[in-house]
């Protein structure tokens, strides 16, 4: 039992179903769908035996993470992010600002000569005759169809992610990677997606604030040029 049996699994059982969803870019562990706007990435993370050891669990299991951008957010357009041979950016799904883990739904239990269940719901356990592995890939299906597909459609609004930036927290069991409010990270995503729909004075606000900060350090050039624009 190895990891390339998991890639395998995914390869058979998921990307059939992402390909029907709209996802046209893959790699053993990632997928990405593409609409004019946004950039929606569904990752199977795998884990080394320092992490394994420390989750409990095998180095063959894995955790699936959903991650979304969109365009108005240049951060995520600079830096060494992979591309296609169209120029098609390729961001990883930890880069996004919008980011969820997906829970397993059906119970699991470690092997041994006791097994117990094992109570991590962020991480499908595979144990080492890959007994599991059917039954995970069938849940993860389940969870793609029911909480993933639904939860990008959600973020398709441009109105309902700036409702979101500057009204909701963080929740880890529903939408996060957007930062505190207020924040640097926040203000940032604000001022963009605020100059991405025209409204100039919001946007202003936020991206002056993020040039008030210590942070983005690496982006405050195109900042400045963001607000150039506006005053010209």
Known sequence: MDSKTVNKAIKEKIRPFLEKSGFSHFTERNSWRFSKTHTDIINFQSFN????????????????NLGCTHKAFPLFQHG???KRR????LPEEYRCPFRLTLKRTIPQKKP????LNYKRMDIWLIDPEGKYIEPAMNDVLNQIEKIALPWFENLRSEETIMHILQHQDEDMDTLWGFGNNPSPMRSYLLGYMALYLGQNQIARTYLQAVLDSVSFEDEKKYIREALEKLDG
């Not at 169209?86 to 950016?89: E, S, V």
Request: proline share 4%; aromatic share 12%; net charge negative.
């Open 112 to 115: 041994g000569l006791l097994p």
């Open 80 to 82: 060494k992010v992979k």
């Open 86 to 89: 169209d120029g098609t950016l």
């Open 49 to 64: 035996s320092y992490l394994a050891e420390g989750l409990d669990c095998t180095t063959y299991s894995f955790s699936v």
